[in-house]
Nanobody, 126 residues
Framework: QVQLVESGGGLVQAGGSLRLSCAAS????????MGWFRQAPGKEREFVAA????????YYADSVKGRFTISRDNAKNTVYLQMNSLKPEDTAVYYC???????????????????WGQGTQVTVSS
């Protein structure tokens, strides 16, 4: 059973940067894709970014394209989300999720991810 643990959240001023990390347990990390989602108070969970098992394919929500970068280090069983030029509307709890092999074709669809972390809070002040 894979477990995911996020870290790196915090309070930052608008325009600032944060890097989130998601550490995965288990020996099969390099065999599956990973994604980041977020959920703001009173809003539904939304897709942020995803990365293929090798790191060669990356997919971003339009709202973060050009500001956020997803990456992974398979030797460390870790996926990252570098967030630059943060805005108050980026405030949310951020979750990483595992996308199993054989999942469907819709990378932003949270139902195609089968394991989730506990989340880390990101707060951007104006």
């Amino acid at each position: 059973q894979v477990q995911l643990v996020e870290s790196g959240g915090g309070l930052v001023q608008a325009g600032g940067s944060l890097r989130l990390s998601c550490a995965a347990s288990g020996r099969t990390f390099s065999s599956y894709a990973m994604g980041w989602f977020r959920q703001a108070p009173g809003k539904e969970r939304e897709f942020v970014a995803a990365i293929s098992w090798s790191g060669s394919y990356r997919y971003y929500a339009d709202s973060v394209k050009g500001r956020f970068t997803i990456s992974r280090d398979n030797a460390k069983n870790t996926v990252y989300l570098q967030m630059n030029s943060l805005k108050p509307e980026d405030t949310a709890v951020y979750y990483c999720a595992k996308r199993p092999r054989g999942a469907g074709s819709s990378w932003p669809n949270g139902r195609e991810y089968d394991t989730w972390g506990q989340g880390t809070q990101v707060t951007v002040s104006s």
